[in-house]
């Protein structure tokens, strides 16, 4: 199974922005489906965003419009531009796939959103 290493979160401030990278261990470009995830404290794992192969994106309506998900298949790399940050997208991001079905999880990147 592919093995997922996240990286680019950090603490900003409200209204900054973020760009998390996602690199795979071996090719995606047969993973129908890629998306990233994030975990607050106390909460369960929640999708916050899919692209597809094709470059489709699909945002959950707490991000839509401030966060852009992309793919790219060449460099095995899956990327999320945040922008206009809010203290409650603090959380652990994760990326993995999402159809067929996940791979198992990796440790994430912390995001905090804090003045």
């Known amino acids: ?9 950090g603490l900003v401030q409200p209204g900054g922005s973020l760009r998390l990278s996602c690199a795979a ?33 699909n945002y959950a309506d707490s991000v839509k419009g401030r966060f852009t998900i992309s793919r790219d ?14 203290p409650e997208d603090s959380a652990v991001y994760y990326c993995n796939a999402v159809q067929p079905f996940p791979n198992p999880w990796g440790q994430g990147t912390q995001v905090t959103v804090s003045s």
């Open 73 to 86: 298949n060449a460099k095995n790399t899956v990327s999320l531009q945040m922008n206009s940050l809010k």
């Open 25 to 57: 261990s071996r090719s995606i470009f047969s993973i129908p489906v890629m998306g990233w995830y994030r975990q607050a404290p106390g909460k369960q794992r929640e999708l916050v965003a899919t692209v597809i192969s094709g470059g489709s994106t």
């Open 1 to 9: 199974q592919v093995q997922l290493v996240e990286s680019g979160g």
